[in-house]
């Protein structure tokens, strides 16, 4: 093999004979490469994406014009492509362009989830880091040197990341147990008002890390009277995280300003000074929670419009770690999705030699670039911890925690671990969890708030049926073999079918494509909230197969509901 040349005064960027062809290798690739991406359509929009300009196109039919074309390709690409014998006039290439573009687009639904931003993302099960400036594919198993492996942000057929403000760079290096031993003692290293406080800090930081790659993603608030430390313990967090993160600062922030900022990142969310006081704030913070709730489960889409008529649908996939005086939790669907977590106040005497050590362990994170490694390690172990996640949620629900809180624990628990160590949770620590659950009321959610949710829902009017409501709607179509009730019903993805028992029930298709049970809960507390898995608190209510169409033989899951529960 060619050795590299040693630079010289002569020969600054010499390069070997591999290198070279190595980079030539590299262009022709980029060359063989089509210069646009056609992802779909999104209503009447048709989206492109354009990788010379890395712009993201949303065109209406209309839009569609031999001078747009360019925006996509040069006319030497649509000429080579489209008309290879040079038989036509550049027009005429132009216009083939218009219908090619309108053939290719319209054939595929244009999917949300394909626009990546920033953060940490799954791909086919593979971690896949989206640092702004350059994607990172993890391949644990991939027997290199380095943990990760460089790729395209625009590759055919896998989803589209965006480029945005470049974050940290993974570290060659990934953190030791040992050095992730003094990542855990420095967060540790502040007053927390009690002992678990700290290794559930540490949970919600790494698992806010994985946020775009995990299914559900768990949220912390801090609450830390003055002088308590918590400007110390948010400046700990920075220094482990850095730029990953997305910084928010007051109530002045509103829940546009933060959406707008965000869009498809899926970067944790650090939120100082969450507090309140006055009417206006306190709304404000209302409508950001909204944001928070869908979060947590990310599958639910945020549509933003423009004065020109166009809209974007997002996927909010980011963990949250708000700080403030007070917690501003009120509503129970809040209360199944933070952590609320508390430093206190102490003696001098007390947090000097507690402080020093804080202090101490800084100066070894910064001078073993300790978060950078921190960072790439649990990237590499995402797989790891999404599997033990799913692993320890199952083992809590076994043991009597059930629901959103089981899943919280699990989430944050597994992600602690993993810090520390690189081995799957033992039985002893699946049950110091569950014991650590048991014992607590971290993220207690009052035991109704399924049942509360069903009434909700039950209850509410159709604007177009006057005073009638979902319940009535229900029993009068199961009262009658045809009823002109079941097509309301089904504007709202809820449908009434007979069982194999031959009993009536009523279904409720709560699926991504079902934008139409947003209205039902608009206003409420569980507005933007994944409200299937709230209802499967509900006892009896239960996941099943169905038929949408009763002359088609094809099933769809849905949620199973009683007439019992409507009738009473």
Not at 478 to 501: F, M
Request: proline share 5%; with cysteine.
């Amino acid at each position: 093999m060619n050795k590299p040349l040693a630079p010289t005064p002569l020969t600054p960027g010499a390069r070997s004979m591999d290198e070279e062809a190595a980079a030539l290798q590299k262009e022709r690739e980029e060359a063989a490469k089509p210069p646009f991406l056609a992802l779909g359509t999104q209503g009447a929009q048709f989206v492109y994406y354009a990788r010379r300009s890395e712009i993201l196109f949303h065109w209406r039919t209309k839009d569609h014009t031999p001078v747009n074309m360019r925006f996509l390709a040069p006319v030497e690409w649509w000429q080579k492509t489209l008309d290879p014998d040079g038989q036509l006039t550049p027009r005429q290439v132009m216009d083939r362009a218009i219908d090619y573009c309108i053939d290719l687009t319209g054939s595929r639904k244009f999917d949300p989830d394909a626009i990546r931003k920033c953060g940490v993302w799954d791909e086919d099960g593979a971690a896949v880091y989206h640092a702004g400036n350059a994607v990172y594919l993890f391949c644990p198993g991939n027997g290199q040197e380095r943990p990760f492996q460089p790729v395209d942000h625009a590759r055919t057929g896998k989803p589209l990341y965006l480029p945005g403000k470049p974050l940290l760079a993974p570290s060659d290096d990934m953190l030791t147990d040992e050095e992730g031993k003094t990542i855990a003692e420095f967060i540790g290293a502040h007053s927390w008002k009690r002992g678990a406080d700290a290794f559930l800090c540490l949970g919600l930081v790494t698992q806010a890390i994985l946020s775009g790659y995990l299914r559900f993603r768990a949220h912390g608030w801090i609450n830390a009277p003055s002088g308590s430390g918590k400007t110390t313990l948010r400046e700990s967090v920075q220094l482990l995280i850095g730029d990953m993160a997305r910084y928010f600062k007051g109530l002045e922030t509103t829940d546009a300003g933060l959406r707008q900022k965000l869009e498809s990142d899926s970067c944790p969310v650090i939120f100082d000074e969450a507090d309140s006081d006055n009417a206006a704030k306190t709304a404000n913070m209302g409508r950001i929670l909204a944001l928070l709730r869908t979060a947590t489960d990310g599958d639910v889409g945020i549509t933003k419009g423009g004065v020109d008529g166009k809209s974007v649908t997002y996927l909010m996939r980011n963990a949250f770690l708000l700080f403030s005086v007070r917690s501003m939790i009120e509503k129970s669907s809040e209360q199944s999705r933070i952590f609320e977590l508390e430093l206190e106040k102490k003696d001098p005497s007390e947090t000097a030699p507690l402080f020093q050590r804080h202090n101490e362990l800084a100066a070894v994170i910064r001078e073993g670039d300790l978060g950078r490694k921190y960072i790439t390690r649990i990237i590499h172990h995402a797989p790891d911890i999404r599997r033990n996640i799913e692993a320890l949620r199952q083992y809590l629900s076994g043991r009597g925690e059930e629901g959103r809180r089981a899943e919280m624990f699990a989430t944050v628990y597994a992600s602690a671990h993993f810090v520390t160590s690189g081995h799957d949770l033992t039985l002893q620590e699946m049950q110091e969890c569950a014991d650590m659950a048991a014992g607590s009321d971290y993220a207690r959610v009052l035991d109704d708030d399924g049942e509360r949710c069903l009434e909700w829902m039950l209850g509410y009017s159709p604007p177009i049926a006057g005073n009638r409501t979902i319940r009535e709607f229900i029993k009068e179509a199961a009262a009658a073999e045809i009823s002109e009730d079941a097509s309301v019903l089904e504007r709202y993805g809820l449908y009434v079918r007979k069982t194999a028992d031959g009993n009536k029930c009523a279904f409720l298709n709560a699926s991504k494509k079902n934008r139409k049970i947003s209205e039902i809960f608009k206003g409420s507390e569980w507005e933007g909230v994944n409200v299937k898995k709230v209802l499967l608190n509900v006892k009896g209510l239960e996941e099943q197969p169905f038929r949408l169409n009763t002359k088609v033989n094809s099933t769809v899951r849905g949620l199973k509901i009683p007439l019992d529960f409507i009738t009473r």
